[in-house]
């Protein structure tokens, strides 16, 4: 605004005192204003103005253009900082979200181009809404390295109030942050699977990988919960293996499972030469009560493949 005023200033200021200027004709006597003669208005008045207007045009094209070049710019640095933020990170969107028991979910995401895994490794998930971003935790896929999304078996602990509680509000639509892939269970030959709780997770990747491949040979599981409520797709690992399956319950007696602990009397049936793996995966003290036992039994070191849960 201050430089049209300017503009107009030094434009009219000079051209309204000459305007005024009387002149005079020799076939008339009386004064002659110069806006009495039309060619006179529109040299002195239209042409001017109209560069006037053609002036501030430009200045205001140029003033627009550098609004959206420094636009631009804050783009770009955005877009280069979200870059580096989510640097070996992946945003995805949930497809499908449901319950498989009554505290544990099956999350189905989109798949990012090039994310691979192994089956039994995770990664670690955070939720996209604003004061979760960096609440990560670690899950398990459950789906297969070819399969077009991923698949996650999520239990959930409403009494913790932490992330997996959050995930009882997400839908279809929302978006999770996946980081890098990670996991030291791996299938490295027959053997026995032991589980507990949530910690059956990596082993469903595994048992759908040897099935797909007609290689679920003579692998074995042993599954322990509190109830059978508790059981994470019963009817999955039990077409998976068939009769290779041993529910034990700890707060629940039925017919149809074991009851109590895992002992080391219990394992003694599970020993079946020294060339046999035993995956272990379950809370910290059934893990280090199991390892411990396993020990005991004479099964070395090396032939124990276990993540903590």
């Given at each position: ?51 006037i ?29 979200k870059?580096?933020?989510?640097n070996?990170?992946?945003l ?33 998930i ?69 589980a ?10 595994i ?18 919960n509190?109830?059978?409520a ?5 009817e ?46 379950g ?27």
């Amino acid at each position: 605004m201050r430089t049209i005023l300017i503009s107009l200033q030094i434009f009219l200021m000079p051209l309204w005192t000459f305007a005024q200027r009387p002149t005079s004709v020799p076939y008339d006597d009386r004064p002659l204003n110069v806006f009495e003669s039309v060619e006179s208005i529109i040299f002195y008045i239209v042409i001017p103005l109209a560069i006037i207007v053609l002036y501030v045009i430009w200045r205001i094209r140029r003033k627009n253009e550098r609004k959206a070049s420094d636009s631009l710019q804050k783009s770009e640095n955005t877009s280069a900082e979200k870059n580096s933020t989510m640097n070996n990170k992946h945003l995805v969107s949930i497809r499908s979200i449901d319950h498989v028991t009554h505290d544990t979910l099956r999350v189905v995401t989109e798949k990012p181009g090039g994310y691979t895994f192994t089956p039994g490794q995770a990664t670690d998930i955070a939720i996209n809404k604003n004061g979760w971003q960096n609440e990560r935790r670690p899950f398990t896929f459950t789906s297969l390295p070819g399969d077009p999304y991923l698949e996650f078996i999520i239990k959930t602990y409403p009494e913790h109030d932490g992330a997996t509680d959050k995930l009882l509000d997400v839908k279809a639509g929302d978006e999770l942050i996946l980081h890098e892939v990670f996991g030291a269970i791996t299938y490295r030959g027959e053997g026995v699977f032991i589980a507990g709780g949530a910690g059956i997770t990596p082993f469903i990747s595994i048992f759908r990988d040897l099935k797909n491949r007609n290689k679920i040979g003579n692998n074995f599981l042993v599954y322990a919960n509190k109830t059978t409520a508790d059981i994470i797709l019963k009817e999955d690992l039990e077409d998976l293996l068939s009769d290779s399956v041993v529910h034990i319950l700890s707060e629940e007696e039925t017919d149809e499972y074991e009851y109590g602990l895992i002992t080391e009397d219990f394992l003694k049936d599970f020993i079946d030469g020294d060339d046999q793996y035993f995956y272990l995966c379950g809370p910290p003290p059934m893990m280090d009560a199991v390892e411990s036992q396993l020990s005991d039994l004479g099964v070395a070191k090396d032939k124990m493949v276990k993540e903590a849960w």
